[in-house]
Each structure stands twice: as C-alpha cells, then as structure tokens.
C-alpha cells in the first residue's frame, strides 16, 4: 500500500526543546517537501529537496532544519529558535517530472 | 507578499446547488494550476488541474476556468453535495521547480 506517513499525529513540546517530525513515503518520489499551515491560512513552504542529500529553503525556513539521506526519508527539525512552532506540518512528495505534489495526513505540534 | 489571492474565505451552498471560488495570481509565469481538497485533520488531496493552454477543464461535477489574461481561475462545483463540505486550496507553481504557492483556502458547507 503505498503513500506517505507521518508520525506523529499529534505532538507536544515544552518551549525550548527541539523536536522532529517523520515523513517517509514509498512512492519512490525524487521531491519532498514541508509545508507549515496555520487557521485561515494556505500552506507555507518550509523546506524541499529535488533530490538525496540536497534540500533547499522555503519561504519560512528560519528555526527549521532538514535532511535528505535516504530517498524515501525527509524529517522536519522544529529547533528552539522557531518563535512560533505550534502549527499543522504537511510532508508531500512529487516525482521528478510532475508537478503533482501528494501529501501525508500531518503532524499537528503544540508547544506548551 | 501573497501571490495568490483567493476568495471567498467561506462559502455556504444548498444541496444540489453550484459552488464558485476564485483565484488571482500576479506571477505571469506560472504555468500550473492545480486545486486541493482538505477535510479537517487530513493532509489536502488533489482534486482538478489546469495548465494554462487551455480555457477549461471538467473532471466529473468539478470545473477549472481559466482566464489568462485577467490572471484568475476558478474552481465550479457542480449538484454540490454535503460531502464536499471541505476546504479548498488554489496553487500555483512555475518552471521545474514545483513549489507551489497555496491560497489561504476556501471553507465550503454544503447544507442538506
């Protein structure tokens, strides 16, 4: 059955600690991405990688970090310095030569 | 800066009647359109795409109208029905990068 997963649902952090959400997808897609939504908002681009070990910023990158060593795997690090963090995060994956982005079904993180 | 601007932010429709959102785009290079379709707790799903070669496209009781010299399309949804109570997001993307820039979405209610 193939598709892309996150983990976890749904995920606490106290301020100040870092934490990492799993995006996998056994789509044998070449693009992922990360996506941060927030009520009454459209999704916002974090981060993509076109390709294993290269990942380029999104429009709000700054206090995430990323990486891109296996191409089934693309986890999301929301670090300390994210002002904001609490929000809706959208993993997706895309194939080299589509536009045709698929989405995972979210991890939403609170920070208490 | 929001590139995509769309509208309404909510919309109630009776059964059977049609729903109408809009979307304006200021990039003259994008040259995907694609529309999302996200029930609460899930990750959007891909409902109907348009490139911008053509003026409409039709997939079941779903529509894109295309205008490219106004820089709008628009998503039809045709015998609306309680199920497609839903948000709705438009995007847009350009070239080979396949970033695409979302709408801050439509909250559509159906009504029995």
């Known amino acids: ?112 | 800066q929001q590139q995509v601007k769309q509208s309404p932010q909510s919309l109630i429709v009776q059964k059977g009647g049609i729903s109408i959102i809009n979307c304006a785009y200021e990039n003259t290079a994008f040259d995907y359109f694609p529309w999302y379709q996200q029930f609460p707790g899930k990750g959007p799903a891909l409902l109907i795409a348009i490139r911008p070669d053509v003026s409409e496209k039709k997939e079941g009781r779903f529509t894109i109208s295309f205008n490219k010299s106004a820089k709008q399309f628009s998503l039809h949804i045709m015998d609306s029905q309680p199920g497609d109570s839903a948000t709705y997001f438009c995007a847009a993307s350009k070239g080979s990068a396949r970033q695409l820039t979302f709408g801050s979405g439509t909250q559509l209610t159906v009504l029995p």
């Not at chain 1, 976890?8 to 897609?29: A, D, I, M, W």
């Not at chain 1, 993509?48 to 910023?57: A, E, G, L, R, T």
């Not at chain 1, 891109?68 to 693309?74: I, L, P, Q, V």
Request: hydrophobic share 30%; net charge neutral.
């Open chain 1, 1 to 112: 059955d193939g598709g892309i997963t996150q983990s976890p649902k749904y995920l606490f952090r106290k301020e100040g600690q870092n934490v990492t959400l799993s995006c996998e997808q056994n789509l044998n897609h070449d693009a992922m991405y990360w996506y941060r939504q927030d009520p009454g908002q459209g999704l916002r681009l974090i981060y993509y990688s076109q390709i294993v070990n290269d990942f380029q910023k999104g429009d709000i990158a700054e206090g995430y970090s990323v990486s891109r060593e296996k191409k089934e795997s693309f986890p999301l690090t929301v670090t300390s310095a994210q002002k904001n963090p609490t929000a809706f995060y959208l993993c997706a994956s895309s194939i080299a030569s589509n536009n045709e982005q698929f989405f995972g079904p979210g991890t939403r993180l609170t920070v208490l």
